[in-house]
């Protein structure tokens, strides 16, 4: 009772009914499986797999959204998942007085300087924003606006005793977009900085809860 036509979409499974349920035979995520770098592309599932896969929730940073002009603890819900400004780094490496901020003209998130340093438009190296999820995620994609070789991002979080790091460039993303698979448990603070270069700006982020 394996069913085929689901895994000629990319997901392996048993039909409803199987053997396998009495047995206790429980399948592989295989979206935990691979390269963490890969977008993983699902394309021509039917709506029965793709609710099995999850939703994808969009957080888009345009003009009047909650983070523009605010600050730590600043919040934006989407579809039922609410993303919180942790805190937010500047140039100089303070945190007390320094913003999040949406320009209309770049539709992108970028760092307010609390010591009037940098362009306020742009991430500038050094400047970090963290933020958390109310939800567990499964995957995280930033699209970058402005990234090239000579921008950089690191990406980090704790991940249990350790800390989980990714270095974002150029040449690690597509098109600006970058992917990583990888559960995440709510509450925790994802911490991007920008390590190198200055015109990156981070136009929205996706997450699979």
Do not use: C
Not at 28 to 39: C, F, H, K, N
Not at 67 to 83: K, N
């Amino acid at each position: 009772m394996f069913d085929e036509a689901a895994a000629k979409q990319g997901l392996y499974r048993f039909r409803a009914g199987s053997p396998t349920e009495k047995l206790g035979i429980k399948l592989i995520d295989l979206r935990d499986v691979g390269s963490s770098l890969a977008e993983r592309n699902f394309n021509g599932l039917d709506a029965e797999v793709s609710n099995e896969l999850g939703r994808q929730v969009v957080f888009s940073f345009t003009n009047n959204t909650p983070f523009d002009q605010s600050g730590i603890d600043a919040t934006m819900t989407v579809d039922g998942i609410t993303m919180s400004t942790v805190d937010i780094i500047d140039i100089d490496g303070i945190t007390k007085g320094s913003t999040t901020s949406i320009h209309a003209g770049l539709n992108a998130v970028g760092v307010v300087s609390a010591s009037g340093k940098g362009d306020g438009k742009n991430f500038d190296v050094g400047e970090a924003w963290v933020f958390q999820f109310d939800e567990n995620i499964s995957s995280l994609k930033l699209e970058i606006d402005g990234l090239d070789e000579a921008d950089g991002f690191t990406l980090s979080f704790p991940d249990g005793a350790d800390e989980f790091s990714a270095k974002i460039s150029g040449s690690s993303t597509s098109n600006g977009s970058f992917v990583l698979e990888r559960k995440i448990p709510a509450g925790t603070p994802i911490h991007l900085e920008l390590s190198a270069g200055g015109i990156a700006r981070i136009k929205a982020i996706k997450i699979t809860p």
